[in-house]
C-alpha cells in the first residue's frame, strides 16, 4: 500500500475512520506509519534482529486485537507503550527477570501531550528553568545547555566533552525530565 | 529565550522514515543532524527506536526488513476481513435459512387450508346435487 497516498490523514483521523466504519485497512495505514520505529525499539530492548522482527509482528497482532476491544486516544503514545511492555514481557521470559539497566527505561506510561504542554503556558516558568539548571548535576546541565541553548548535535557534544554518544543522550533525557520535575515542583511552590 | 522553552516542550514534531534513514547513514550536516536529535529528544518512541536501529549490522537490511514487515501486515489485515466477511456470509447465511423455512410453512399452510376448504366445498356440491336428484325422483315417481 502507498504511504504517501494517505499522508495528509493525521493518526486520530485514521483511527476515528477505523473505529466508525470497522474497516482494518485502516490500521494497517496507520501502522505501518510505525514500523521502522517499532523494529528500532524492539532491537533496543531484545538485541536480536530475528526476534525484533517477530516483535513486531507479534506487536502489529496485540495492536489490532486491542483496538477493536477498546477506544485509544493518543495512538503514538499507546503504540510506543505496547512495544516496550511486549519487550519486557519477552525479556522476562527469556531471563526470569527484567536486566537492572532496563528497568528505569521500561516504566512504560503512556503520556499526554495536553498535560505535558501546560506548564509551558505560565509566566515564571522561564526564569523557573533557569534557576533550576543549576540544579542538575553537573554532567546533565552541561549536555542539556549545549544540546537546547548551544543547539550543538550529539556528535558535537560527545567531541567536546569525551563522554560517549549513549552518555550524552542518556544526560539530555534525563536532564530534560529531572529539570521538568524540578521546575513543576517550583512553580507549585509559587 | 525560545531555548529555554525547548527544554521542556514536548510537542513532538514527527521525524520521517527518509530522515531517520539518512540520520543512521551519517547522511547530513551538523546543523541538519541537531534538527532530527531535537525531535528525537521530545520523543522517547524516536530516542529509543534510533537507538536500537544503529544496533543494526546492516542498514539495507532494515529497509527490506521494514517492506517485509509491511508486506506481512497487510497480508494478515486483508485475511482477517476475509474471515471477518466469511463469517458475515455465514451468519447471514442462517437468517436466509430461516426465512426460506417460515416461507415453506406459510406457504405450505396456505396450500393445506386451500385444499380442505376445497374438499368442504366439493362435499357441500355433491351432497347438494345429491338432494336434488332424489327431490326430484320423488316427484317423477309422484
Known amino acids: ?190 | 529565550m525560545a531555548e529555554w522553552k525547548d527544554i521542556l516542550s514536548d510537542e513532538e514534531e514527527q521525524v520521517s522514515e527518509q530522515e531517520l534513514m539518512k540520520y543512521l547513514d551519517g547522511d547530513l550536516s551538523e546543523e541538519e543532524k541537531y534538527v532530527i536529535e531535537k525531535k528525537m529528544a521530545a520523543s522517547g518512541f524516536e530516542n529509543d527506536a534510533v537507538e536500537g536501529l544503529q544496533q543494526f549490522d546492516d542498514k539495507t537490511a532494515v529497509q527490506q526488513s521494514v517492506e517485509l514487515l509491511n508486506k506481512n501486515l497487510h497480508k494478515q489485515l486483508a485475511s482477517r476481513k476475509l474471515r471477518k466477511d466469511k463469517r458475515k456470509l455465514k451468519d447471514s447465511g442462517w437468517v436466509l435459512i430461516a426465512a426460506l423455512i417460515i416461507l415453506g410453512v406459510c406457504i405450505l399452510g396456505y396450500v393445506v387450508i386451500r385444499i380442505y376448504h376445497q374438499q368442504k366445498i366439493n362435499e357441500a356440491v355433491s351432497q347438494t346435487s345429491a338432494k336434488n336428484i332424489s327431490v326430484h325422483r320423488a316427484s317423477v315417481s309422484s
Open chain 1, 1 to 190: 500500500m502507498d504511504k504517501d497516498a494517505f499522508k495528509h490523514i493525521e493518526d486520530k483521523d485514521l483511527l476515528a475512520k477505523f473505529y466508525t466504519d470497522g474497516n482494518n485497512q485502516w490500521l494497517g495505514i496507520l501502522l505501518q506509519r510505525y514500523t521502522l520505529l517499532l523494529l528500532g525499539v524492539c532491537m533496543k530492548y531484545l538485541k536480536n534482529e530475528e526476534d525484533a522482527r517477530d516483535s513486531v509482528q507479534q506487536v502489529f497482532l496485540k495492536v489490532i486485537t486491542e483496538l477493536q476491544k477498546y477506544k485509544v486516544e493518543y495512538f503514538k503514545s499507546w503504540l510506543y507503550m505496547v512495544a516496550k511492555n511486549y519487550c519486557l514481557m519477552k525479556l522476562r521470559d527469556r531471563h526470569g527477570k527484567i536486566p537492572v539497566e532496563l528497568t528505569d527505561n521500561l516504566v512504560a506510561i503512556a503520556d499526554e501531550p495536553e498535560r505535558r504542554v501546560e506548564i509551558l503556558a505560565k509566566d515564571n516558568t522561564l526564569n523557573a528553568i533557569a534557576e533550576s539548571l543549576n540544579e542538575l548535576n553537573d554532567e546533565q546541565k552541561l549536555c542539556v545547555t549545549l544540546f537546547y541553548l548551544q543547539k550543538k548535535s550529539y556528535q558535537q557534544i560527545t567531541d567536546i566533552t569525551g563522554y560517549s554518544l549513549l552518555q550524552v543522550k542518556s544526560f539530555i533525557q534525563n536532564g530534560k525530565r529531572n529539570l521538568k520535575i524540578i521546575v513543576e515542583k517550583k512553580i507549585k511552590q509559587r
